[in-house]
């Protein structure tokens, strides 16, 4: 049952190698045309660049759509779990946007999840950078803290809310737990996990093939960091015009999430809520996300020469 | 002892049989007819003999059917190190069997046939070489099937500013370690070449045109005391050969009796990727949408864990460009190279020797078949072109087993052909066109069922009008047994005039009532 060919990323027009703060390699794919208005692309916790496939089939040439894949994942270099932290993220995220973005113009950056707890971050740890190269944010299906305390994998009523919180935070992160599950177990598993009971076959084979593709080590290590992140306090620093989108029935990061952070924001500019839409909102409404881009670039992006304003 | 001599000692004015060629098919046919007492001269243009193992000497080269089998029956070889050998040691082989038989002055290397005329006066063929002419009542034609590097239609190179090279003219001073490379194609040289490049070059892009379906080759050493036994009892290694050749026999009933068989191949290379390619738009990429067969089956247990290493990337385009320091991809995909090479394959449905071949209505070889598509009787003879006979010839070639085999199905032929003219008394034969036009509609009715023509691609099997020409369709056996004597209803035979009968050597005439 072959994949259709839109879940198929375009072949990235080239591909560079960027190195992070800690000489980690980070791969890097440029897509669309040189002369377009630059979009960056950040995916979460278990995806790869790949990940955004569907999306950047909608961008098509509208954009120069950078993607990258997160330290660990996809084809950058795997780190070890220590090495799995919020600044390391944000070290990632700044030698992106200063090896791709050109000089004078600010991108769009739109992250997934942990692409956009990643922003989130960099906004408050490096305001300079958020200023100097960012334009707008789009932050998808995503959470600045509390993540395992919200997760509604099972329903917890009062006194078994520890146990759901134990069996939740080692679901996530044990990298053996997963692997033990005979393998139709582990696509329900992870079906149910990313997906609303909306999602196609293709869309539960796919986000399940993405998910197990992420390397184990990798998997354990972001999901340690995740349980403890707390950015409550930086989403104030980001201070560009930011557009919140979530779906309804987010089992991981609860819609919940985005209306706290949208009703926090320096300068929102609108919270869409997709009825009936699960976590992975680049694969299960690819249509949403990629008008919630162009709106921003539409509205904010900022080209060299126009800028110093 | 006489090594192939590259000398440039005049070529004899006349000789029995003209071998163009010294790979498998011409050196076996320097071994076979001189046993048989046929006077015989192989020419080969190269300084070298060995052909396709003297030339594919790109690393990891390898032949992909189990050396016990891809090797002559009448010279086995107990030493190979491994279940499927390397270039190196094939090459070797070959050296040795020059050796062993004694035939090495009987090849003249360094000697390029140019062309070849039937002189119908004469009733000979007259060749021009690059070292004079030669008369020659018989000429061979061992020039190789896959022996013309082929590159893709189209892509210009000229202001590429990097090295680029072929698989098959490999350049073994190119040091490619810390070297961007863009390997282009994923055919059968490409396969073996990525894994061993990935593990040294800075970063190796794979241009893809349509994936294949590979599944495990089972690479292995011999270990030594098998090498023992076989050397002590050969009969041993015979079974195993034998074995081997059943089994690939086999396989033939997917390829041609029932492709729907060919599922089982399908799910076999899925699961071998599945094993080793985790990413699933990798995965996407490398599935092919065609049955497993129509294309050759690729055979690697290292090509997928390689495509699935960070520094190799998979472009599924077809190259259209060179530009600058940039190898251009048909989405207009751009990737830096400091080398590219083209593992695009051979020039199987064109070949160049028919160029320059011209028979007795004086047209050549590739005028007459640039209607029909290549066509020979039996593979091996064709009408208007008297005494002239291929070792791999059109529809001669496999999708499963060894063509060392053909190769000596088709000497088989050869010897009897000779044989017959000598104990005959004539000296001419050439194919009746009822008898090739009923040989080939009948190879094309099979084919018509075949996986190659139903599984839904395209591949070098087809000539550029979509026929199969290079393929045999059926078991090996099959063409063993169509080749095992030459029928003369199905030729016209004819004595040279008296003046122009040249003396034999003294040899032994074996007479046969037919
Ligand atoms: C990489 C690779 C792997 C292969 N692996 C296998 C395998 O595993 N199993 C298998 O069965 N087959 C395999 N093959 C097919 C292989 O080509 C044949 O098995 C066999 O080697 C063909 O032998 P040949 O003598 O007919 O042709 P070649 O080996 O091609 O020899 C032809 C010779 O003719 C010479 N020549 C050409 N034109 C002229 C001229 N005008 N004048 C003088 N000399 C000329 C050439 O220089 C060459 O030396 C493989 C082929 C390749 C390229």
């Known amino acids: ?309 | 002892m006489t090594s192939p001599s590259g000398d440039a000692a005049a070529l004899p004015e006349r000789v029995h049989v003209l071998v163009v060629g010294a790979g498998f098919g011409g050196i076996g046919a320097a071994v076979r007819l001189s046993q048989a007492g046929h006077d015989v001269l192989v020419l080969e243009k190269a300084d070298d003999v060995g052909g396709t193992w003297r030339d594919n000497s790109y690393p990891g080269a390898g032949c992909d059917v189990q050396s016990h089998l891809y090797s002559f029956s009448f010279a086995m070889n107990p030493d190979w190190t491994h279940s499927f050998s390397l270039q190196p040691e094939i090459h070797a082989y070959l050296h040795d069997v020059v050796r062993r038989f004694d035939v090495g002055h009987l090849i003249r290397c360094g000697v390029e046939v140019l062309g070849a005329r039937w002189d119908d006066d004469r009733s000979v063929w007259a060749v021009t070489t690059s070292a004079g002419d030669v008369l020659a009542d018989v000429l061979v034609n061992a020039s190789g099937p896959l022996s013309e590097p082929r590159l893709p239609d189209g892509v210009t190179t000229d202001t590429f500013t990097g090295t680029v090279l072929h698989t098959a003219r490999w350049d073994a001073s190119l040091d490619l370690t810390g070297r961007r490379v863009v390997v282009v194609g994923t055919g059968a040289s490409a396969i073996q070449l990525v894994p061993r490049i990935a593990k040294v070059a800075e970063s190796v892009t794979v241009m893809q045109r349509t994936p294949a379906w590979v599944i495990p080759r089972n690479q292995h050493r011999i270990p030594g005391w098998r090498r023992a036994l076989y050397r002590r009892v050969p009969a041993v290694q015979r079974c195993v050969r034998g074995a081997i050749y059943a089994g690939r026999e086999l396989m033939v009933l997917g390829f041609v009796g029932r492709p729907t068989l060919m599922r089982a191949v399908e799910a076999l290379s899925r699961r071998t990727m599945g094993k080793s390619v985790t990413d699933p738009h990798l995965r996407a990429v490398l599935t092919p949408r065609y049955r497993a067969g129509c294309k050759r089956i690729l055979i690697s247990d290292d090509f997928y864990p390689a495509l699935s290493r960070p520094n190799v990337e998979v472009v599924p385009q077809a190259v259209t460009a060179l530009e600058g320091d940039e190898v251009v991809g048909a989405g207009g995909t751009r990737r830096t190279a400091d080398v590219v090479v083209f593992a695009t394959g051979f020039e199987a449905t064109d070949l160049p020797v028919a160029r320059h071949v011209v028979g007795r209505a004086g047209r050549t070889l590739a005028d007459v078949w640039a209607g029909t598509g290549m066509q020979a009787l039996r593979g091996s003879t064709v009408t208007g072109f008297p005494n002239l006979f291929f070792l791999i010839g059109p529809n001669t070639g496999l999708g499963h087993s060894s063509m060392v085999h053909v190769i000596e199905s088709q000497l088989a032929y050869l010897l009897d052909a000779l044989d017959l003219m000598r104990s005959r008394g004539f000296d001419v034969m050439e194919p009746e066109q009822s008898a090739q036009d009923a040989w080939n509609a009948d190879v094309q009715q099979r084919l018509s069922t075949t996986i190659w023509a139903t599984g839904g691609c395209s591949s070098w099997y087809q000539d550029a009008q979509g026929r199969i020409s290079t393929l045999w369709p059926g078991t090996t056996w099959r063409l063993r047994r169509q080749t095992r004597r030459v029928d003369l209803a199905e030729y016209r035979t004819a004595r040279r005039a008296a003046g122009m009968r040249q003396g034999r050597p003294a040899t032994v005439v074996t007479q046969r009532g037919r």
Request: charged share 20%; hydrophobic share 45%.
């Open chain 1, 1 to 309: 049952m072959p994949l259709p060919d839109d879940f198929l990323p375009p072949v990235p027009r080239t591909r560079l190698t960027v190195l992070s703060a800690d000489g980690t390699r980070l791969s890097v794919e440029v897509h669309g045309p040189d002369d377009a208005p630059t979009v960056l692309l950040g995916h979460g916790w278990t995806c790869s660049a790949g990940f955004w496939g569907r999306v950047l089939h909608r961008l098509g040439d509208d954009v120069r759509a950078v993607v990258y894949d997160q330290r660990g994942h996809g084809r950058s270099e795997l780190v070890a779990p220590s090495a799995c932290t919020a600044t390391a993220l944000v070290d990632d995220l700044e030698a992106v946007l200063r090896a791709t973005v050109r000089a004078g113009e600010r991108a769009v950056v739109a992250g997934h999840s942990m692409g956009a707890m990643a922003l989130v971050a960099l906004a408050g740890e490096r305001p300079d950078v958020l200023h100097e190269k960012v334009c707008a944010a789009l932050l998808a299906s995503t959470g600045v803290g509390g993540l395992v305390e919200e997760v509604r994998l099972m329903p917890h009523p009062g006194p078994l809310r520890t146990v759901a919180r134990a069996v939740t935070e080692r679901g996530m992160g044990d990298t053996r737990l997963l692997t033990l599950l005979p393998p139709w177990a582990r696509r329900s598993a992870i079906s149910h996990m990313t997906l609303s009971p909306a999602a196609d076959r293709h869309q539960r084979a796919y986000c399940t093939d993405v998910v197990l593709a992420c390397p184990p080590q990798t998997r354990a290590g972001f999901a340690r960091m995740l349980a403890d992140l707390d950015l409550g306090h930086h989403v104030v620093a980001l201070d560009v015009p930011t557009l919140v989108l979530c779906g309804t029935e987010d089992r991981l990061t609860p819609l919940r999430h985005s209306r706290r952070i949208d009703a926090a924001l320096p300068h929102p500019v609108g919270l869409v809520e997709l009825p009936g839409i699960g976590h992975m909102t680049p694969v299960q409404t690819p249509d949403a996300v990629a008008d919630a881009v162009r709106r921003l670039v539409r509205d904010h992006h900022v080209s060299a020469g126009a800028a110093t304003a």
